[in-house]
């Protein structure tokens, strides 16, 4: 099993980031896919996750309608569009498996419930 980020980088505050995490070695059937962040000095924060087939989504609290999780079937792969960033947003983002059928609105923000984790792609946001 293999989960890989990118699309992160640096944006003012306003802009927009899409990142994504292709994943290999599982299917959609069987895990849902989490992001999770760790600014400096923080623990980390469960940001979104989605169970795929049935076309569940779940964000953390901060979110507030600015961030979309999305799939892509064919290409396995799980997309993070944030928009209106701000600066508290600067942190790495990691994503990460989870059994599918044990993801649920109140677990979806616990980080011990997810087992596979990619390396991370750093977000920064300027003022």
């Known amino acids: 099993v293999q989960l890989v980020e990118s699309g992160g980088g640096l944006a003012h505050a306003g802009g927009s980031l899409r990142l994504s995490c292709t994943v290999s070695g599982l299917t959609f059937d069987d895990y849902g896919i989490g992001w999770f962040r760790r600014a400096p000095g923080k623990g980390r924060e469960g940001v979104a996750s989605?169970?795929?087939?049935?076309?569940?989504?779940y964000y953390g609290g901060f979110v507030k309608g600015r961030f979309t999780i999305s799939s892509d079937n064919a290409k396995n792969i799980v997309y993070l569009q944030m928009n209106n960033l701000a600066p508290t947003d600067t942190a790495m983002y990691y994503c990460?498996?989870?059994?599918?059928?044990?993801?649920?609105?109140?677990?979806?923000?616990?980080?011990?419930?997810?087992?596979?984790w990619g390396q991370g792609t750093q977000v920064t946001v300027s003022s």
């Open positions: 989605i169970n795929v087939v049935e076309a569940k989504t």
């Open positions: 990460a498996t989870i059994p599918r059928r044990r993801l649920n609105r109140g677990n979806f923000y616990s980080d011990y419930q997810y087992n596979n």
